[in-house]
């Protein structure tokens, strides 16, 4: 029996040897922690910004896209990309808009200085048809003016500045500001005492709605603010399918510049629920937006009968 029970206590042995043995080729389990900071430095890495491309009718509209970029000088070259057809950054263009840069282009350079960012493209930048080059330079001029810290745009040509279009020959301005227009509109009987006025119009695309400016010349010397509640009051656009959602039988009773405030006081038809006196979104939003780009203030104040219903920060906006 003694025998026997040593025999045991040998294989028990060699059994928690051999265990032991096979256990140590085997790398043992690593311990992962989060790092806090990375992850919020992930979140922080997008962000949602306002680019202007083409939709279905050759409009320059408003879309939203999420950018990678951290820095300004990276912000601006990535807008810059997706604006080019068949580009790296293609894929964020948002369903119904399309690119309007030409393929080809190369984006030799850019630069920010004092809020004005030069770039510098290839030869290729200029190879559109004629009627989509102006599209071309203001789809890229209000993108670029979208970011807060960039006040004007000047175009380049392998080092050469774009003083002119090659193919309408429209003379551009020093500086490419939103005051170059988007969308132009002209209803003028005089080359004198012209007003240029933007206003934000709706489209739609499978339902979603996005935001049109549309640049209207014309002589009606009223204040801009007058203009564009009429406008946004009159129903579609001509016989586009531009649209506006401010009842027709909303006025505009009086208003005041304080500041970097806007107030306007309405009558109660600018209310889509009277009882809760709520302001449908995409009315604040066309109104502030069109007078963000008229008037340069960073909010808007919405009163009805004297009374306020709403605040809209421009800048929050865009």
Sequence with gaps: MSINSSFQRIALASIILLLLLL?????????????????????????????????ANNYVGRAPVVLKSKTTNNHIREIIEILIIDGKRESVVPNGFRAIIPSDTKIISTELTEGIVKVNFSKSFLDVNKEMEEKLIEALTYSLTSISEVKGVLIYIEGELLVDLPQTGKRLPA??????????????????????????????????????????????NRDKIKIIIDELTSGPLYETNLMSFLNTNAKLL?????????????????????????????????????????YGVKEVVFMVDNEEIEKSTVLGIE
């Design 23 to 55: 256990f140590s080729l085997f790398p043992k389990e690593q311990e992962y922690e989060l790092d806090p900071s990375k992850s919020i430095e992930y979140v922080s890495s997008s962000a949602t910004s306002e680019i202007y491309l083409l939709d």
């Design 175 to 220: 500086v490419l500001k939103r005051d170059f227009g988007v969308n132009k509109v002209y209803d003028i009987d005089s080359i004198s005492a012209i007003n240029e006025i933007t206003v934000y119009y709706l489209n739609s695309h499978n339902d979603n709605h996005y935001y049109v400016p549309v640049t209207k010349y014309t002589n009606d």
């Design 254 to 294: 009086n208003y005041e510049l304080n500041g970097e405030s806007l107030i306007l006081n309405f009558n109660s038809y600018i209310l889509d629920d009277i009882k809760n006196k709520k302001i449908l979104e995409e009315v604040i939003y066309s109104i502030a937006l069109s007078v963000g780009d008229n």
